[in-house]
């Protein structure tokens, strides 16, 4: 079966760094997905990568592994309005999007 | 503001109800999904139209019927639904279905059902 597994939650410092993994197994690859959704508001696209590496954006980045089934998301100098579930997603070979349940980070003071 | 937009945002129903629950984008997308989220699961593809046409049904209980009048509007009714049908439904859209792109998601309504 087709899997995708992030831990459920996560709690970091204001002005730190945070890491969150997603590691993932399905039938083919498309290219990896990461979205942030507050409570109550529309998830939003963060970052899409295929290709392995490094994609950086601002305060975030997005790693991908994909011999290794494997991406994070890293966000420096943690903000409280970055507290939020982030979702990691794949897309299969049939351009199926696979999500995880989702992260959420809790940002204290 | 992700321009789409669902209403209503929050339904309570009984379990003879009938709703519909409305979906409008304005971005000039091609593919419009429904989309079931519970709390501490993945999110869940209910059904996915592209041109207008339902291309995917994830075999989805046929008390949750869509309907897409056009590439803008989708539509979600709900009959004798169940207590377990509680959630929220999302709504997304892409330029394309079947292709690597961004899914753009409307903030989704809040169905109780009792």
Known sequence: GQNIDQPTEMTATEGAIVQINCTYQTSGFNGLFWYQQHAGEAPTFLSYNVLDGLEEKGRFSSFLSRSKGYSYLLLKELQMKDSASYLCAVMDSNYQLIWGAGTKLIIKP | ?114
């Open chain 2, 1 to 114: 503001e992700t321009g789409v937009t669902q209403t209503p945002r929050h339904l309570v129903m009984g379990m003879t109800n009938k709703k519909s629950l409305k979906c409008e984008q304005h971005l000039g997308h091609n593919a419009m999904y429904w989309y079931k989220q519970s709390a501490k699961k993945p999110l869940e593809l209910m059904f996915v139209y592209s041109l207008e046409e339902r291309v995917e049904n994830n075999s989805v209980p046929s008390r949750f019927s869509p309907e897409c009048p056009n590439s803008s509007h989708l539509f979600l009714h709900l009959h004798t639904l169940q207590p377990e049908d509680s959630a929220l439904y999302l709504c997304a859209s892409s330029l394309g279905q079947g292709e690597p792109g961004e899914l753009f998601f409307g903030e989704g309504s809040r169905l109780t059902v009792l």
